[in-house]
T-cell receptor, first 116, second 114 residues
Framework: AQSVTQPDIHITVSEGASLELRCNYS??????LFWYVQSPGQGLQLLLK??????LVQGIKGFEAEFKRSQSSFNLRKPSVHWSDAAEYFC??????????????FGTGTRLKVLA | NAGVMQNPRHLVRRRGQEARLRCSPM?????VYWYRQLPEEGLKFMVY????????ESGMPKERFSAEFPKEGPSILRIQQVVRGDSAAYFC????????????FGSGTRLTVV
């Protein structure tokens, strides 16, 4: 069955430090992969997505993610974290139904805390 | 473009009452999805609807929960005879077609059952 694992429940980094959030997926075919961010009390905002092509994808707010098929990973990175990046981050994989529509399976999230 | 609108933002119900959660998709989006987020858990898929049709309800509890997306008006997630375990954040998302490009999420309805 398709699944997404985010092994880190909480991560704390200092402002200005680099960040990497891990995501591993289980999917039989080439996956559609997404990262979303959720600020407290808010809905989810799409950061970036991967469908095919270049395995390094750029997103909003200075984030990027790299698809590594051999490791079944899609880790999210940012070279220098800002205090406003404190939020919860969700990785998701798109599961294609036989009808051609997509259902998204989400990981349990990683809560990022940024120290001043 | 107002985005995905959910109301109410917060809803408090006593055990045994009914909860009705509303979702208006983005303009031009005809596909609606409901997800539930329990504390310290990720988002769990509940149901996928197109206008007047339920496409996939594999994540919906078999009892007390129902969803609709009528020809006119918002999508409604209805929970009858609520119990404490129904307390959660319920998110609606929409997409313009088959959802391959990802979803646009609303800000959610936080249901508290007392």
């Amino acid at each position: 069955a398709q699944s997404v694992t985010q092994p880190d429940i909480h991560i704390t980094v200092s402002e200005g430090a680099s960040l990497e959030l891990r995501c591993n997926y289980s999917y039989g075919a080439t996956p559609y992969l997404f990262w979303y961010v959720q600020s407290p009390g808010q809905g989810l905002q799409l950061l970036l997505k991967y469908f095919s092509g270049d395995t390094l994808v750029q997103g909003i707010k200075g984030f990027e993610a790299e698809f590594k098929r051999s490791q079944s990973s899609f880790n999210l990175r940012k070279p220098s974290v800002h205090w406003s990046d404190a939020a919860e981050y969700f990785c998701a994989v798109g599961d294609k139904r036989t009808s051609g529509t997509y259902k998204y399976i989400f990981g349990t999230g990683t809560r990022l805390k940024v120290l001043a | 473009n107002a985005g995905v609108m959910q109301n109410p933002r917060h809803l408090v119900r006593r055990r045994g009452q009914e909860a009705r959660l509303r979702c208006s998709p983005m303009k031009g989006h005809s596909h609606v999805y409901w997800y539930r987020q329990l504390p310290e858990e990720g988002l769990k898929f509940m149901v996928y609807l197109q206008k007047e049709n339920i496409i996939d309800e594999s994540g919906m509890p078999k009892e007390r929960f129902s969803a609709e997306f009528p020809k006119e008006g918002p999508s409604i997630l209805r929970i009858q005879q609520v119990v404490r375990g129904d307390s959660a954040a319920y998110f609606c998302a929409s997409s313009p077609a088959k959802g391959a490009e990802g979803y646009t999420f609303g800000s959610g309805t936080r249901l508290t059952v007392v």
